[in-house]
């Protein structure tokens, strides 16, 4: 079983940065994806940013629309941990964050589809003042 925690979350003044981590304990991924899914009150559940990989040196990043050029996830791999930096925070990032982990490759739209995770942290706060 994998366990995801989150750390990194907090308020933070619009134009701001915070860094969220996501350690997977009990489990190495020789392959897989890990991602972040963020929720707003009221809102659905929406993919940020997610990053797949094979062995220990091929990475590949994904990133919403919405925060290109603003966040970048990264990966660990020693220490089975991925980031997320976000720059330039805005209010409409306020949300809890979510960490996603799953054992295989996941490709194309299913990245952004929450049902292609099979495992889940328990969400960490951010919220950004105007």
């Known amino acids: 079983q994998v366990q995801l925690v989150e750390s990194g979350g907090g308020l933070v003044q619009a134009g701001g940065s915070l860094r969220l981590s996501c350690a997977a304990s009990?489990?190495?991924?020789?392959?897989?994806?890990m991602g972040w899914f963020r929720q707003a009150p009221g809102k659905e559940r929406e993919f940020v940013a997610a990053?797949?990989?094979?062995?220990?040196?091929?990475?590949?990043?994904y990133h919403a629309d919405s925060v290109k050029g603003r966040f970048t996830i990264s990966r660990d791999n020693a220490k089975n941990t991925v980031f997320l930096q976000m720059n330039s925070l805005k209010p409409e990032d306020t949300a809890v964050y979510y960490c996603?982990?799953?054992?295989?490759?996941?490709?194309?739209?299913?990245?952004?589809?929450?049902?292609?995770?099979?495992?889940w942290g328990q969400g960490t706060q951010v919220t950004v003042s105007s």
């Open positions: 009990e489990r190495t991924f020789s392959t897989g994806t």
């Open positions: 990053i797949t990989w094979s062995g220990s040196r091929s990475y590949y990043a």
């Open positions: 996603a982990a799953d054992g295989k490759l996941v490709v194309g739209s299913l990245i952004r589809r929450t049902g292609s995770y099979d495992y």
